[in-house]
């Protein structure tokens, strides 16, 4: 049986190791700026490249993900380099002006 410290360990190994990943298979691509950055539907491992394919129905060769797998991993790297996780940002939501009426609009039984 592992120790809490192994387990913490493994699980931190496996996090920079899917970071690392992710980085890798981002498109960069100065012929096309319009999807440098993105991160294409498929990746082939044995060429280590980024891969898109036109014979999925509904799907072009240039066609990328830019809903919620995009926000996920953006917002994924941005706390690991403020070194916080998800739990600490929703401790304390970020306050803006006119904040207070709209999460009475949006949260009717939550006081401000």
């Known amino acids: 049986m592992k120790t809490l410290a192994e387990v913490v360990d493994e699980l931190d190994d496996l996090s920079f190791r899917i970071a690392d990943f992710l980085v890798r298979a981002q498109v960069r691509s100065d012929a096309h700026p319009q999807f440098d950055g993105a991160w294409y539907r498929a990746f082939d491992f044995k060429s280590w490249d980024y891969w898109a394919s ?44 006119g904040f207070d009426d709209l999460a009475v609009k949006m949260f009717h039984n939550q006081s401000k």
């Not at 790297?77 to 304390?92: E, I, V």
């Open 54 to 97: 036109n014979s999925d129905a509904g799907w072009g060769a240039w066609c990328t993900e830019s809903g919620w797998s995009q926000s996920w991993i953006t917002s994924t790297f941005c706390l690991r380099q403020l070194r916080k996780s998800l739990w600490d940002t929703l401790n304390a939501p970020p306050r803006f002006a």
